[in-house]
């Protein structure tokens, strides 16, 4: 990697700034966690890091969830924002800022690249007609599309014809092409970069970089036209630069800029490239050093949905497993770039194999022999150095030199196999040494002083390399190895060389570190959880649910999703508003009868009051209503 050119090694990583619409996920997680890693490995090898991480919290899509959680944009942001705030610190996540798009100090660099771009003549007023995707908040033209869906997440996509200003990317393609080409390494892995190339060659129109107050108002506001607010992906990219301090800390821009690592999921590289680096290609800022696209999790093979239930939550995944196991899963499972499964099986595996059998073994059979033998003190290598010694030694110092090399290209799924195939030797060394034969009584200890500190400095060296991926863990084994210094302070060029350990240091015994999973166990917590979940019948019997019909359906102007429905439920008619507008039209839902949720606390939904909920099946191909399958009078009680 590429460092900037003054007198310290600096180095600048970022996550993406998540949307604040919805809580965090194992996207999310994935992300960060890499970051995190690659952060602390680079503080270890002696940089200064500005990590950065944050939410983007402007935009459609904020706006249609507020409306849905009945809140404005701001109370919803800042809730949502307390989410992915208080999961980082859980997860052993340590960044230098978080960024929120709705902050001053944001807004203000918006504003100001904004008005530079308008006055240079790169952007310009005209009018755009084309299509929008919320959930992505991404414009398509006609001819980018097959269908009415949204060609990145398959979800429908609406209309636009309004006023609006362009960003001339197309001024920029050919500056932009040879950019990346004299840039090789900008954008990683080479199989995306080829994409993005492709992509750029087939044409660049100009990007539409506002919405009009009329269809959107929830952004930042363009300067110089009160009818406009600026598009949410140009906002949010900007992120990156105001946390790198420009036109606000010279100095911090220069130390920190260009020397970022942008990381990004597959599906938002395009912004990151063709959009990002044109708009600092216009406002004279030389694009960051690499754009890293990672790939995508599924869950037990499947696209992870709401829809489906499969989503996977981190706060559970630390809760079931611990922070440091679903770090080290997430980043030994697959070769960064790649896309994963996610499962709990597999997790489960990764634990039992290779933290508890491999990694914790060692540590535990190797302190309880010094413990037996050498009354918990590190003794010294004092006898001549044997075969497997020297096999050892050498695997320790080839072990560390692929491990940097594998790091700095961010081949992080490498590096840790890297580090298990050490782990691995380090045991076997045990088994072919068998110190616990040289410990019986009356037999001299010289070679098993230098069997037992050849694996404790093995461990030491270890447990330096995987404290980037587990610094919880890492401090445990740390700590147990009796080690004083703390992790964070060390360096890998100084501290991480074969023979610095000291010997007559005191270890200390202590808990086992990677406790196995008993899988029998833990079905059983499962099956027991279900039954936890189980409601007594007076429980149930509290739900009022009845036959109603369905005696009038109108659409919800504003939306695309809301009926409203009157609903006879024989003493009373009631309104409810129901999000079905997708499955069933104003004629295929009049007459029906359908199962109603009487008792249900009154909301309201694009200012209309709903008094009850209907009852609906969902699966992955849409929703049924429940129905009843011969006649009964509406009000009719189900039970
Ligand atoms: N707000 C934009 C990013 C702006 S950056 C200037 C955004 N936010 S997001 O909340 O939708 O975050 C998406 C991130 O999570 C992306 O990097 C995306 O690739 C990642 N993931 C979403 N689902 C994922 C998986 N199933 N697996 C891995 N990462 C995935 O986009």
New binding site residues.
């Given amino acids: 990697m590429k460092e900037n050119n003054k007198s310290k090694k600096t180095f600048y990583i970022t996550t993406?700034?998540?949307?604040v619409n919805d809580v965090p996920?194992?996207?999310?997680a994935?992300?960060t966690i890499a970051a995190d890693v690659i952060a602390r490995y680079k503080r270890l090898s002696g940089y200064e890091v500005l990590f950065s991480t944050g939410t983007?919290e402007h935009g459609q899509k904020i706006v249609s969830s507020a409306e849905k959680a009945n809140l404005t944009p701001l109370e919803l942001v800042d809730k949502v924002v307390l989410k992915f705030k208080n999961l980082w610190p859980l997860l052993n996540i340590k960044y230098d800022e978080f960024i929120r798009t709705t902050e001053e100090r944001h807004i203000k660099v918006v504003q100001e690249i904004f008005n530079k771009l308008y006055q240079k003549g790169d952007i310009y007023k005209g009018e755009y007609e084309g299509w929008y995707c919320v959930p992505c908040e991404t414009f398509w033209t006609e001819t980018q599309l097959t269908d009415k869906t949204c060609p990145t997440c398959g979800r429908k996509i609406e209309k636009i014809k309004e006023e609006s200003y362009f960003f001339k990317i197309s001024k920029y393609q050919d500056q932009l092409l040879s950019y990346i080409e004299k840039h090789p390494q900008c954008i990683q892995p080479e199989v995306r970069k080829n994409e993005t190339i492709s992509f750029i060659k087939s044409g660049l129109k100009d990007q539409s970089v506002t919405r009009t107050k009329k269809s959107l108002k929830w952004g930042i506001n363009v300067p110089f036209d009160d009818n406009h607010v600026i598009y949410v992906w140009y906002d949010?990219?900007l992120?990156y630069i105001t946390v790198a301090g420009y036109n606000t800390d010279k100095e911090k821009f220069e130390k920190y800029w260009p020397s970022a690592i942008h990381l990004?999921?597959?599906?938002?590289l395009r912004f990151h490239t063709v959009i990002w680096f044109t708009m600092l290609m216009a406002a004279g800022i030389e694009p960051p050093q690499m754009v890293f696209a990672?790939g995508?999790?599924t869950i037990e093979g499947e696209k992870?949905s709401k829809s489906k239930g499969n989503v996977v939550d981190p706060y559970e995944m630390i809760e079931e497993y611990g922070a440091d196991a679903f770090r080290y899963f997430l980043m030994r499972e697959v070769s960064f770039g790649q896309d994963g499964n996610f499962s709990k099986d597999l997790l489960i595996k990764r634990v039992n194999y290779d933290l508890a059998n491999d990694l914790g073994n060692l540590v535990s059979r190797t302190i309880a022999m010094i413990k037996q033998f050498f009354n918990n003190k590190i003794p010294e290598a004092v006898t001549k150095k044997e075969v497997y010694d020297i096999e050892l030694e050498e695997l320790a110092l080839k072990t560390i030199k692929e491990y940097n090399t594998q790091m700095n290209n961010l081949s992080i799924n490498l590096a840790l196999e890297t580090i298990w195939q050490f782990i691995r030797r380090t045991n076997k060394y045990i088994d072919q040494t068998a110190p616990w034969v040289l410990g019986r009584e009356n037999s001299p200890k010289g070679r098993l002083s230098n069997i037992l500190y050849n694996v404790a400095e093995s461990i030491r060296l270890i447990t330096i390399l995987i404290y980037p991926f587990m610094p919880g863990k890492a401090k445990e084994v740390w700590e147990q190895l009796g080690m004083e210094t703390d992790l964070d302070k060390l360096r890998i060029d100084r501290d991480a060389h074969w023979g610095k350990l000291k010997p007559g240091i005191l270890v200390k015994p202590g808990e086992v570190i990677f406790p196995r999973i008993d899988l029998k166990e833990k079905e059983k917590e499962e099956v027991k959880e279900n039954i936890v979940n189980l409601i007594s019948y007076d429980e149930f019997k509290k739900i009022d649910l009845r036959v109603g019909k369905v005696v009038s359906a109108e659409e919800v102007s504003g939306t695309d999703r809301l009926l409203k429905l009157k609903i006879n439920l024989g003493k009373e008619i009631r309104t409810i508003v129901a999000g079905i507008r997708k499955y069933y039209s104003v004629e295929k839902i009049l007459g029906k009868k359908i199962i109603i949720v009487c008792n249900l606390q009154p909301i309201k939904l694009k200012g209309i009051e709903s008094q009850g909920m209907l009852l609906a099946a969902v699966d992955n191909n849409g929703l049924a209503l429940l129905t009843v399958d011969k006649e009964i009078a509406e009000g009719s009680k189900v039970q």
């Fill in positions: 993406p700034i998540y949307y996920h194992i996207g999310h994935y992300t983007d949010a990219l992120n990004v999921g597959k599906d938002i990672h995508w999790w992870m």
